[in-house]
């Protein structure tokens, strides 16, 4: 590929995402003061540890590259939150005019805060799956692409809002609620409530990625897309207009069992992939692709990570990562074989996950016969 492609677009891409990290922390520190800021940060990181977590956890079988989960993270955390930051602000601004001061916030929290939020958060998986369609096999990829993306999202957010509850309460009292309150509601009670919405528009891009009809494709973005937009302004309506007896009502009969939903759908879709490489393995060692003894490894997430562990201790750390990306490569193989190889842009993915395969499959070999190469 062309370096203007390889290095300049990602180097733009770095620039961009600085000078809007630049901007939201100087614009946070003159509202807040950088003392709430840095009390932010700090209450911040707890939660996102936590959704982060969560979803490399579900990404075990097929990781997706660790290149594009960060930057799927950095557009959340930057590009998108200053994009809806200003769509938001100019809203507020007009509802402001039109309809008298203070309604302009609820006008931004209860309509352009989830048209805009959810978009911008979603653009990211959109773009993967428009750009990178080799990355993109199913729903679990859309969920963890939009979970990263909003994710992102979420900690800039929350060092704001943190940061804020500590600039006008300190860590709180009995009788108002400080950043200790904040973070309980936001860092204990609900740190998956925009990665829940975001993955409303990723489940409906992984049904996009698994089938050719258009409609499909097209329709069922979108409906996730709506449904993401639907569940946010519910979230928003009920804590600013339901008051704290709505807020929990919508909390506990409506996310926390669409939470529980989503986890098991996760599940049954790491089950299904668990399958599909399964059944792939004996007709791979048929062709000489593994050799026949790497089947039950390579059959259960236990094989592929005991696997990996000896091969760190036996060769090294250089060894254990070529076994990694000879195990991907055999996942990859293994979605691409289910699609039976329908065009041509199949046939060159094949190709090109052979030769990664057997390359890494070599170094592995050559690093356990030489460890100090």
């Known amino acids: 590929m062309p370096r203007r492609v390889t ?3 990602p180097v733009l891409g770095l620039l961009v995402v600085a000078l809007c990290g630049l901007f939201l922390f100087g614009l946070a520190t003159a509202r807040v003061g950088w003392l709430a800021v840095a009390i932010g940060v700090v209450a911040a990181l ?54 008298g001061s203070g309604a302009g916030s609820k006008v931004s929290a209860l309509v352009s805060a989830p048209l805009v939020e959810e978009a911008v958060k979603g653009a990211f998986v959109l773009f993967i799956f428009w750009r990178r369609s080799s990355e993109f096999d199913g729903i679990v990829d859309g969920i963890v692409y939009a979970g990263f993306s909003a994710a992102g999202f979420a900690f800039t957010e929350n060092i704001y809002y943190f940061g804020r509850a500590f600039a006008d309460y300190g860590f709180g009292n009995g009788a108002n609620a400080g950043v200790l309150a904040a973070f309980f509601l936001r860092g204990v009670l609900s740190p998956f409530t925009h990665p ?10 992984g049904v996009a990625a698994r089938t050719r009809q258009k ?92 696997w990996r562990r000896q091969a760190r201790r036996e060769s090294g750390k250089a ?24 065009t041509d842009d199949d046939r060159r993915r094949q190709d090109e996950l052979l030769r990664t395969l057997r390359s890494a499959r070599a170094e592995a070999v050559r690093l356990a016969t030489d460890p100090t190469g």
């Open 7 to 9: 290095v300049l677009l």
């Open 46 to 99: 707890v939660p996102v540890g936590v959704v982060v977590a969560g979803f490399l956890w579900v990404d075990r079988w097929e990781p997706e590259p660790a290149k594009l989960l960060l930057a799927a993270f950095a557009w959340g955390a930057c590009v998108a939150t200053i994009t809806a930051l200003l769509i938001n602000s100019g809203a507020e601004a007009v509802g402001d005019m039109l309809l």
């Open 196 to 205: 829940l919405f975001g993955v409303m528009t990723g489940i409906g891009f």
């Open 215 to 306: 409609a499909v494709r097209i329709l069922a973005p979108l409906g996730g897309y709506v449904v993401a937009v639907c569940l946010h302004a519910l979230w928003n309506s009920s804590a600013i207009l339901g008051g704290s007896k709505a807020f929990l009502t919508v909390y506990f009969l409506i996310m926390v069992p669409l939470f529980i939903g989503v986890f098991y759908v996760i599940v049954l879709q790491r089950r299904r992939e668990q399958r599909i490489v399964a059944a792939a393995l004996p007709r791979m060692a048929a062709a000489r692709w593994i050799a026949p003894s790497e089947v039950e490894l390579l059959g259960s997430l236990s094989g592929r990570r005991a």
């Open 319 to 342: 060894a254990a990562k070529a076994v990694g990306q000879y195990q991907a490569s055999v996942t990859e193989l293994a979605f691409l074989r289910r699609q039976r190889l329908r």
